[in-house]
Each structure stands twice: as C-alpha cells, then as structure tokens.
C-alpha cells in the first residue's frame, strides 16, 4: 500500500501545471489590496503579516513541487514549454516573487529587497525565453493567442511597484518600457484573435480578465516611477483598466454559466490590481 501511495504521489507530480502559480499571484494580489485598503482607510486589522506568510508559504511548497517536476519529469516540463497556453504561465513564478516583494515591503524592507532582485532577474530571462519562444516556434498560430499571453508583459510593468521604492530607478523604467511595449503589441493581436477568429475556448474565457492588469498594473508602477503624480498618462492606463473591468463584468452572465476550472483564477489577480488602482486614484482625486 506504502508504494502504490508513492507511485500515485509521483503520477500527481508529473501532471503538476506551471498554471498553479496563478493561485500564488491571486493570493498576492488581494494581500496587497488588504494592506492598500487598511492604509486608504486608516485602519489595522492585523492581518497584513498572516496574508503576507501565507502566500509566501504556498508561493515556497509550489516551488518545491515544481522544482521536483523539473528533476523527475523533464520531458512534461518541456512539453509544457512548447505549448502555446502554458508557456506563457512560467513568467508567473518570477510575477509572484515580484508581488510577494510589494507585500513585504512595509514588513520586512530587506526580505522585500532580496524577492525583487530575484523576481526581477529571473523575469527578464524568462520574458527572453518566451518571446524567443513565439518567434521561432512554427507550429503556434493565431488561433492559440489568448490573454495568458498578457502574462510576460504584465510582469515587466509590475517591476517598478516595489522597484522604486527600493531605490532602482534606471531598472525600474528598462522593465517598465519593455511591458507597455508588448502591452501595445499584444493588446492589437489578442483583438484581432477575438474579433476575426474562432471564439476562445470555454474553459480559457476567464483568462479574458487578464486584460485588466496591464493597464492596470502599468497606472501603479507609473505613479511610482513619477513619484505620484497623476498626468494624463496616468489618466489613460487607469481609465483603459476601468473600462476593460467594466465590458468584462458587464458579460457576467456568460461567466457565471462556465465550469469552475483552474482558469479561474485568471479572475483574481486582475480583479486585486484594478482594485488597489482604484485605492490609488482615490487618494489623487
């Protein structure tokens, strides 16, 4: 019994997804949106630490169990990489140490320091490798475009969230250029998908609500990059953020109707940026 429990651990492994770190993205999101809140409202629940530990917990066991993936089961890994959806989920690893860097900022400014340098190193090669990847793989076509390709780009826009206040300007605005740039690129392409295209598969409609968190991911780091100043730029990424929420909720009912899927965790990150976007603006206005 001893080994048939080790050989269906081992099997679980091997079908391990990359995508699972999306959930560790989510959870960073609503652990800064918490922390946002309890400042805009002046108030402390106490909670900050205990949200901040525990998606760093989870962020830590899914590392591990990859890592355990990539050591057993090479050739799943590489599988992975060659497929047009899940490839775009590897950048969500270095995402996630780039957004466990926010949370920890005000709780621990050296930790905080340490996940930024990793999270922003390993996300420049990571956006390398992918975007080698789509220019030289024959086999990717139009129709397996879909908004988890936002994911590289979204990761470049965030760098300068945690990066300024840690001192990093110069960096800060080489990632923050890089992101707005596929941004543009990716936003044309995705459309053009949609509109022209055969309808995105069911279970990857959620990942629709990605496009969200370029704007708005890209309206915090600019207000950091500008020491909060809220110009027309500014502006323009909140009020592109604001209107993409605003078409995605307004087809609730289509969402409501899909079978719950991983892919719904694609909701929670862009859902938590647009929402600390709003604390944002709230203070400026």
Same mark, same amino acid.
């Given at each position: 019994?001893?080994?048939?429990?080790?050989?269906?651990?081992?099997?679980?492994?091997?079908?391990?997804?990359? &995508?699972?770190?999306?959930?560790?993205?989510?959870?960073?999101? !609503?652990?800064?949106?918490?922390?946002?809140?309890?400042?805009?409202?002046?108030?402390?629940? #106490?909670?900050? !630490?205990?949200?901040?530990? /525990?998606?760093?917990?989870?962020? #830590?066991?899914?590392?591990? $169990?990859? $890592?355990?993936?990539?050591?057993?089961?090479?050739?799943?890994?590489?599988?992975?990489?060659?497929?047009?959806?899940?490839?775009?989920?590897?950048? $969500?690893? &270095?995402?996630?140490?780039?957004?466990?860097?926010?949370?920890?900022?005000?709780?621990?400014?050296?930790? &905080?320091?340490?996940? %930024?340098?990793?999270?922003?190193?390993?996300?420049?090669?990571?956006?390398?490798?992918?975007?080698?990847? %789509?220019?030289?793989? *024959?086999?990717?076509?139009?129709?397996?475009?879909? =908004?988890?390709?936002?994911?590289?780009?979204?990761?470049?826009?965030?760098? =300068?969230?945690? #990066?300024?206040?840690?001192?990093?300007?110069?960096?800060? %605005?080489?990632?923050?250029?890089?992101?707005?740039?596929?941004?543009?690129?990716?936003?044309?392409?995705?459309?053009?998908?949609?509109?022209?295209?055969?309808?995105?598969?069911?279970?990857?409609? =959620?990942?629709?609500?990605?496009?969200? $968190?370029?704007?708005?991911?890209?309206?915090?780091?600019?207000?950091?990059?500008?020491?909060?100043? !809220?110009?027309?730029?500014?502006?323009?990424?909140?009020?592109?953020?604001?209107?993409?929420?605003? !078409? /995605?909720? &307004?087809?609730?009912?289509?969402?409501?109707?899909?079978?719950?899927?991983?892919? %719904?965790?694609?909701?929670?990150?862009?859902?938590?940026?647009?929402?600390?976007?709003?604390?944002?603006?709230? *203070?400026?206005?």
């Amino acid at each position: 019994m001893m080994e048939n429990t080790i050989t269906q651990a081992k099997s679980r492994l091997a079908f391990f997804p990359i &995508s699972f770190f999306a959930m560790v993205m989510g959870l960073s999101g !609503l652990t800064i949106a918490w922390e946002k809140a309890q400042h805009v409202f002046n108030i402390d629940l #106490g909670i900050n !630490l205990f949200l901040a530990g /525990l998606t760093a917990f989870i962020f #830590g066991a899914f590392s591990i $169990a990859y $890592a355990a993936k990539v050591l057993m089961y090479r050739e799943s890994v590489t599988q992975e990489m060659g497929h047009p959806v899940k490839l775009s989920f590897f950048p $969500a690893i &270095s995402i996630s140490l780039l957004l466990l860097a926010v949370a920890f900022m005000e709780l621990n400014t050296g930790l &905080s320091r340490v996940l %930024w340098t990793l999270g922003a190193g390993l996300h420049l090669l990571l956006t390398l490798f992918v975007i080698n990847t %789509w220019m030289h793989r *024959e086999h990717f076509q139009v129709q397996h475009i879909n =908004p988890a390709w936002f994911i590289p780009a979204v990761g470049n826009v965030l760098v =300068p969230v945690a #990066g300024m206040p840690l001192g990093f300007v110069d960096v800060s %605005w080489f990632f923050f250029s890089v992101g707005i740039l596929f941004w543009v690129v990716l936003l044309t392409i995705i459309f053009y998908r949609i509109l022209f295209h055969t309808p995105i598969d069911a279970r990857l409609l =959620p990942t629709l609500f990605i496009l969200i $968190a370029p704007p708005a991911v890209g309206f915090l780091a600019y207000m950091k990059l500008t020491g909060g100043e !809220l110009d027309a730029f500014a502006r323009f990424l909140y009020f592109s953020g604001l209107f993409l929420t605003i !078409l /995605l909720f &307004s087809q609730a009912n289509r969402f409501a109707r899909l079978q719950f899927a991983l892919s %719904w965790w694609a909701y929670s990150f862009p859902t938590a940026a647009i929402t600390i976007a709003s604390f944002v603006m709230y *203070e400026k206005l």
